[in-house]
Each structure stands twice: as C-alpha cells, then as structure tokens.
C-alpha cells in the first residue's frame, strides 16, 4: 500500500463537473494498493496518517497532527501509484491491484479513517477532476512494507 499525502489548504474532486468531495484545511491523500496489502496494512497507514505532525505550531514549526487542527481528509483512489516506468515509455501498472481486489480494501481504508476523522472521497474508479491547494507545499509519500 503507498500513500501521497498533501497538506491543503482546500482541496475538492469532480467528476462529471459535479463536485463529490471537498475539504477546507487538512489532508488529500492520493492511496493505491499492490499484491498481497491487507487490512494489517490499512491500519498502520491510517495510524501514521493521522498522527503525522506536519502541521505548524504557534511557534511556525512542523508539530502538530491532522487531529491537532482538527482538520479533513480527502481520500482519493490512485493505482498510478504503481505505475512501473523502468522499462519503455509507457507505464505498467501490473504492480497496481485490479479495481475488483482494490475498492475493498479503498472502501476499508475510508471506513477505517473515519473513525478518527471526518473524509470526504472522490468515486472510486471515476474520471475525476481533483483541485490541491497544496499548503507549504508539504508532500510526503508513505508505504506500507
């Protein structure tokens, strides 16, 4: 499991020009999923996301967590994440689960976050249109193994 995790200002995602999620100040997390992730991995990343200090303090420094702020987190599927560029051109995204083996465990992901925080989500397997107002920027990329 990997994660892209971005400190936002605002954040929202689109698809079909409606939009499906928004979140003032907070997190978008960009989540794909390989071969053999599991309910074990989906725990330890949502621990780490939300506990994650990279908001400032009164002091300007990076020490407070999503929790601290009492923000939000927009949670959208992503198995480009896996995308295998070493060979050619054109990515291979063989390393990404199937949609079918995927959702479920996006759907557990969500679940999971949600019981510490409230979510927004785009719709998984959707075109979507997704607006970061990346804030710092702040952008850290966290796997699971």
Known sequence: MKVVVQRSKKSSVEVDNVVVGSIDKGLVVLVGFTHGDDIHDIEYLVDKIINLRIFDDENGVMNKSILDVNGSILSISQFTLYADTLKGRRPSYVNALKNIEAKPL???????????????????????????????????????R
Not at 120 to 134: C, L, P, Q, R, Y
């Open 106 to 144: 996006y759907d557990l992901f969500n679940e999971k976050l949600r019981e510490k925080i409230k979510v927004e989500t785009g719709i998984f397997g959707s075109d979507m249109k997704v607006a970061i107002t990346n804030d710092g920027p702040v952008t850290i990329i966290m796997e699971s």
